[in-house]
């Protein structure tokens, strides 16, 4: 396929940007000269936008497997995608069960990284840049959402700003400032601050750079020759009203940089003129408001827009020094397009209001629920992009594309708008979302554990939900074990049950719980033996063992810890009689039936390839017999890495007095985000970027199947995913 060869010979997703252009110009040539009905145009159109979408959803996959568009992708499709129709039932690559979306979404992208916290954002006309908590920052272009290089700012970034032309990126921290040429990614000129940088802005025809401080100061950078440069501030001037004596919140310039909003706590909006000096002036809705934050129109130096912690949108006249409108978003973050006709703002509950900017009208509202740290438009003013957490998410509504007024329009708010329309984009604390899962012995019947409370039974083949089983309160886990058909549950009240489920179809009532017991303490893990005749609950400082039975359930051992780093108990792979309890790289052996120690006080040192500290995510029998596989997060590290070991369990000797060492007989590929399970003699783990692979028993070659779309990865810290006898892999989406 062409789209394969442009993906291995060029390794540029560019030209598919550009033949999707070509089929839209094409299209709407042609429908000045006729009606554009028809298979052969409905085609074209469609592959016009599917083009566009499969870069900004699978480019960096399609980069790294080219040959997955014949395979992998087209499942992954909505189904009414040109992608899908064509390719997505060829028989070849996955088969995927319960993918209901039919069109493409909002979303063009999603952009992840998991292993750091992102702290700022910037555009330019073809690039965008996210900086991190770790210093990293990362440039992608803007078409294709693909990465183009990575720079290093060597403290948590806290503003990054583009220059006009795109040809430089500025970067600032608490302490240092850097600027980048973007085409080498090499440092022009760095230099230290006093006080933590709050806006950036070029001005002067990208000759120099302004940087407003905490401090109540604006630094300059002369572009050229790199000499920096304190003008005076504007404490002084504002120091009759009181502002002197505390820092400020915020601070934004205006676009042409000549105007500085400066934002304080329980205080009005000073504007601070930069050519006139010493000039200002105050703006307030009202006594007693608080503002949370600013926008300057693009359009012109009249009008920005204020919000307030009441909730209130204020949009004020800078010229008439007055109040024009008022409405209600609860903003947090607010951005104004590039072409000033547009406002964008994000509330603490994470959703996403546009609104028309001199109008204060609702145009359109993306409901999510993960708080925005900062909203930019892109360069065109067609998509808006968010920043959360790990995730930044690439917004195209159509909302976006409103045609252009009349220069000689003297105002939006005439305009006839329709209706806002509102779209919600389901994340992890949605209430009926999934929040465990857990596969039934027969392989045909999946348990679904959700936030609303609920348990449900679906059938593995169709993806139906065939009946709710029960309701305990929101599902934190789930573990069904073959041998009893028994299914032991834990929810967010710390309450833990085991149900006994085998007659499915027999009735519609709620199943009834074996053992039910509600804790006081917060429940860090609730670990079964084989048959659920033993059950271990686990706090950060408590293990219960609990003797299970039909008749009565009694506690048979408590052990209490003075304190204990990260751990973690599992089930020892070879010998179903004892468990294992590792604590930090530390582990010893149990036994299941009383709780006592095998091991000697030293226990078995597990020998990381990194001595340091580290933080346990996982451990897990597996290969049937002998072998565990670890996951480990080092802490000591701002950026956190982790690193999978697998374990042979042969050789681990039960009475040893002294300490024992043990090294691992194999090591996995750095970028294992997520463990699994076993399948045959495979071990099958997530990488970071989205890839389900398998290493065999001996570590020989790993082996990467298919890839998880990012905006699947990126709803919840913890993915939801398990891996079937039969090599199916359920998860949530």
Same mark, same amino acid.
């Given at each position: 396929?062409?789209?394969?060869?442009?993906?291995?010979?060029?390794?540029?997703?560019?030209?598919?940007?550009?033949?999707?252009?070509?089929?839209?110009?094409?299209?709407?040539?042609?429908?000045?000269?006729?009606?554009?009905?028809?298979?052969?145009?409905?085609?074209?159109?469609?592959?016009?936008?599917?083009?566009?979408?499969?870069?900004?959803?699978?480019?960096?996959?399609?980069?790294?497997?080219?040959?997955?568009?014949?395979?992998?992708?087209?499942?992954?499709?909505?189904?009414?995608?040109?992608?899908?129709?064509?390719?997505?039932?060829?028989?070849?690559?996955?088969?995927?069960?319960?993918?209901?979306?039919?069109?493409?979404?909002?979303?063009?992208?999603?952009?992840?990284?998991?292993?750091?916290?992102?702290?700022?954002?910037?555009?330019?006309?073809?690039?965008?840049?996210?900086?991190?908590?770790?210093?990293?920052?990362?440039?992608?272009?803007?078409?294709?959402?693909?990465?183009?290089?990575?720079?290093?700012?060597?403290?948590?970034?806290?503003?990054?700003?583009?220059?006009?032309?795109?040809?430089?990126?500025?970067?600032?921290?608490?302490?240092?400032?850097?600027?980048?040429?973007?085409?080498?990614?090499?440092?022009?000129?760095?230099?230290?601050?006093?006080?933590?940088?709050?806006?950036?802005?070029?001005?002067?025809?990208?000759?120099?750079?302004?940087?407003?401080?905490?401090?109540?100061?604006?630094?300059?950078?002369?572009?050229?020759?790199?000499?920096?440069?304190?003008?005076?501030?504007?404490?002084?001037?504002?120091?009759?009203?009181?502002?002197?004596?505390?820092?400020?919140?915020?601070?934004?310039?205006?676009?042409?940089?000549?105007?500085?909003?400066?934002?304080?706590?329980?205080?009005?909006?000073?504007?601070?003129?930069?050519?006139?000096?010493?000039?200002?002036?105050?703006?307030?809705?009202?006594?007693?408001?608080?503002?949370?934050?600013?926008?300057?129109?693009?359009?012109?130096?009249?009008?920005?827009?204020?919000?307030?912690?009441?909730?209130?949108?204020?949009?004020?006249?800078?010229?008439?020094?007055?109040?024009?409108?008022?409405?209600?978003?609860?903003?947090?973050?607010?951005?104004?397009?590039?072409?000033?006709?547009?406002?964008?703002?994000?509330?603490?509950?994470?959703?996403?209001?546009?609104?028309?900017?001199?109008?204060?009208?609702?145009?359109?509202?993306?409901?999510?629920?993960?708080?925005?740290?900062?909203?930019?438009?892109?360069?065109?003013?067609?998509?808006?992009?968010?920043?959360?957490?790990?995730?930044?998410?690439?917004?195209?509504?159509?909302?976006?594309?409103?045609?252009?007024?009349?220069?000689?329009?003297?105002?939006?708010?005439?305009?006839?708008?329709?209706?806002?329309?509102?779209?919600?984009?389901?994340?992890?604390?949605?209430?009926?979302?999934?929040?465990?899962?857990?596969?039934?012995?027969?392989?045909?019947?999946?348990?679904?554990?959700?936030?609303?409370?609920?348990?449900?039974?679906?059938?593995?083949?169709?993806?139906?939900?065939?009946?709710?089983?029960?309701?305990?309160?929101?599902?934190?886990?789930?573990?069904?074990?073959?041998?009893?058909?028994?299914?032991?549950?834990?929810?967010?009240?710390?309450?833990?049950?085991?149900?006994?489920?085998?007659?499915?179809?027999?009735?519609?009532?709620?199943?009834?719980?074996?053992?039910?017991?509600?804790?006081?303490?917060?429940?860090?893990?609730?670990?079964?033996?084989?048959?659920?005749?033993?059950?271990?609950?686990?706090?950060?400082?408590?293990?219960?063992?609990?003797?299970?039975?039909?008749?009565?359930?009694?506690?048979?051992?408590?052990?209490?810890?003075?304190?204990?780093?990260?751990?973690?108990?599992?089930?020892?792979?070879?010998?179903?009689?004892?468990?294992?309890?590792?604590?930090?790289?530390?582990?010893?052996?149990? &036994?299941? #039936? @009383?709780?006592?120690?095998? +091991?000697?006080?030293?226990? =078995? !040192?597990? *020998?990381?390839? %990194?001595?340091?500290?580290?933080?346990?995510?996982?451990?897990?029998?597996?290969?049937?017999?002998?072998?565990?596989?670890?996951?480990?997060?080092?802490?000591?590290?701002?950026?956190?890495?982790?690193?999978?070991?697998?374990?042979?369990?042969?050789?681990?000797? &039960?009475? #040893? @007095?002294?300490?024992?060492? +043990?090294?691992?007989?194999? =090591? !996995?590929? *750095?970028?294992? %985000?997520?463990?699994?399970?076993?399948?045959?003699?495979?071990?099958?783990?997530?990488?970071?970027?989205?890839?389900?692979?398998?290493?065999?028993?001996?570590?020989?070659?790993?082996?990467?199947?298919?890839?998880?779309?990012?905006?699947?990865?990126?709803?919840?810290?913890?993915?939801?995913?398990?891996?079937?006898?039969?090599?199916?892999?359920?998860?949530?989406?």
């Amino acid at each position: 396929m062409w789209i394969t060869y442009v993906a291995v010979q060029q390794s540029n997703l560019n030209l598919l940007v550009e033949t999707a252009k070509a089929l839209k110009q094409y299209l709407q040539k042609r429908s000045k000269q006729q009606s554009l009905f028809g298979k052969k145009f409905m085609i074209i159109d469609a592959w016009s936008t599917d083009l566009v979408r499969l870069i900004t959803h699978f480019g960096t996959c399609l980069l790294a497997s080219p040959s997955s568009i014949l395979t992998f992708i087209p499942p992954l499709c909505p189904a009414d995608s040109a992608l899908r129709k064509q390719f997505g039932s060829t028989g070849r690559g996955i088969s995927l069960l319960g993918l209901t979306v039919r069109a493409w979404s909002d979303c063009l992208s999603t952009v992840i990284e998991p292993q750091d916290q992102y702290a700022a954002l910037a555009v330019s006309k073809t690039q965008f840049a996210i900086g991190m908590a770790s210093g990293m920052i990362t440039i992608y272009d803007q078409a294709t959402c693909q990465k183009i290089r990575t720079l290093k700012h060597r403290e948590a970034v806290g503003v990054l700003k583009f220059d006009n032309a795109a040809g430089t990126l500025v970067s600032a921290g608490a302490r240092r400032v850097y600027v980048w040429d973007v085409t080498s990614g090499t440092t022009l000129w760095s230099f230290n601050i006093p006080h933590r940088c709050l806006s950036l802005a070029f001005t002067d025809q990208d000759r120099l750079l302004l940087g407003a401080l905490s401090n109540n100061c604006v630094t300059t950078c002369d572009m050229a020759t790199g000499i920096v440069r304190e003008i005076a501030g504007w404490k002084e001037v504002l120091s009759t009203h009181a502002y002197a004596s505390q820092p400020p919140i915020s601070a934004k310039f205006n676009p042409d940089a000549t105007l500085l909003a400066v934002l304080y706590r329980g205080k009005a909006i000073a504007l601070w003129d930069l050519k006139l000096d010493g000039e200002y002036a105050i703006f307030s809705p009202g006594a007693g408001a608080q503002v949370i934050c600013v926008a300057f129109s693009n359009a012109n130096n009249k009008y920005f827009v204020a919000s307030y912690l009441d909730g209130e949108l204020v949009l004020f006249d800078m010229s008439e020094f007055q109040v024009v409108r008022r409405t209600f978003a609860n903003a947090k973050v607010m951005t104004c397009s590039p072409d000033g006709r547009t406002l964008a703002c994000g509330d603490l509950r994470g959703n996403i209001s546009i609104f028309d900017f001199e109008g204060l009208e609702l145009l359109y509202r993306i409901r999510t629920d993960v708080c925005i740290q900062q909203l930019e438009f892109s360069g065109d003013g067609r998509c808006l992009l968010d920043m959360r957490e790990w995730q930044c998410h690439i917004w195209s509504p159509e909302v976006l594309l409103r045609s252009d007024l009349s220069v000689k329009d003297s105002g939006y708010a005439s305009m006839s708008l329709a209706p806002a329309k509102e779209v919600e984009y389901v994340g992890y604390s949605n209430p009926a979302a999934i929040t465990s899962i857990a596969i039934c012995g027969d392989r045909e019947h999946i348990f679904v554990g959700k936030g609303d409370g609920s348990v449900d039974l679906f059938d593995a083949n169709c993806d139906k939900q065939l009946r709710t089983l029960f309701s305990p309160g929101r599902v934190i886990s789930l573990h069904f074990d073959n041998a009893s058909d028994t299914l032991i549950n834990l929810d967010h009240s710390n309450r833990v049950m085991i149900h006994h489920c085998t007659d499915f179809a027999g009735t519609s009532e709620e199943l009834k719980p074996l053992f039910d017991q509600e804790f006081s303490m917060a429940i860090c893990q609730v670990l079964g033996n084989t048959g659920h005749t033993r059950l271990l609950v686990s706090s950060s400082l408590k293990d219960t063992l609990w003797t299970i039975s039909s008749n009565n359930s009694l506690i048979t051992k408590t052990i209490e810890w003075e304190s204990r780093e990260s751990f973690r108990w599992a089930s020892h792979p070879s010998q179903p009689d004892n468990l294992v309890l590792l604590i930090s790289s530390v582990l010893h052996l149990y &036994e299941w #039936s @009383t709780l006592n120690r095998l +091991t000697g006080s030293q226990g =078995i !040192l597990l *020998e990381l390839s %990194r001595p340091s500290a580290v933080d346990i995510r996982a451990i897990m029998p597996c290969f049937g017999k002998n072998y565990f596989a670890t996951l480990f997060s080092d802490v000591t590290t701002q950026h956190c890495s982790l690193r999978g070991f697998l374990w042979n369990t042969s050789n681990f000797p &039960e009475d #040893s @007095t002294s300490t024992f060492r +043990t090294q691992p007989c194999c =090591i !996995l590929d *750095e970028g294992v %985000r997520h463990l699994i399970g076993y399948y045959g003699r495979n071990l099958v783990y997530l990488t970071h970027d989205g890839w389900v692979c398998s290493i065999d028993l001996h570590g020989a070659a790993t082996i990467r199947h298919f890839f998880l779309p990012a905006d699947w990865l990126c709803a919840n810290g913890e993915l939801i995913i398990e891996v079937a006898a039969n090599g199916d892999l359920p998860t949530e989406t």
